[in-house]
């Protein structure tokens, strides 16, 4: 079996979480008496032998609850010490990625099954259909079931419209970093539009997801309860 490494992005500040990010860093925030990272970890496909935690805000505290190996896999460190986004945030890891790698952000809930899919292509990203995709990129296909493009819902005027939406769940492989991060603000590089540009030359397979918990909100870590129980104990 081939070993992976997974980068994990959790420089974040978490500001939708209004005061309960005051005191700790959002990947830390609890669903049922344990942290959000923690379940993500735990999903990893056994392919991944290296954890690479992007970290940023009170980013201390992540380093010391889950110290330098989970499960018998290595944990690395890096920084991200302008937060200037999830492109951004990868490009701080470039230098020690090699091969095809995945991708996931801290703070949502994957189901391992789902990543095991993903895993089966050299560059793949995972999607959801939701009720409501205002909180997300809207994910456009060619016929081949391979990424079109990636909207914004904010910037969704005269672009394919629809509630497949990217669950920031990727597997990637340094091509990526031939291409600049694109910039979706004066501030911010969005990976999933970098990742469409790269769509333009290479086939980035689509791939549905069974399982997703996004945890943009409060109120999200406690419907997270729910999802919990029936597909992560």
Known sequence: MAKMQAVILAAGRGVRMGDLTDEIPKPLLKISNRPILEYTLNNLPEEISEIIFVI???????KKYFGNEFNGKKIVYVEQEELNGTAGALWVAKDILRDKFL?????????????EKLLAYDLALLVKEVANNTRFGVVAMDESGCLKEVVEYKFLKGSPAGNLVNMGAYVLNPKIFDYAPF?????EFGLPQTLAQMADKHKIKVI???VWHPNGQEEDLIKGEAVVKKHFN
């Open 56 to 62: 940023g805000y009170k980013g201390e505290m992540i």
């Open 183 to 187: 910039p979706i603000s004066a501030k």
């Open 103 to 115: 991708v996931l952000m801290a703070d949502d809930l994957y189901h391992k099954p789902d990543l």
């Open 208 to 210: 549905r997801a069974n």
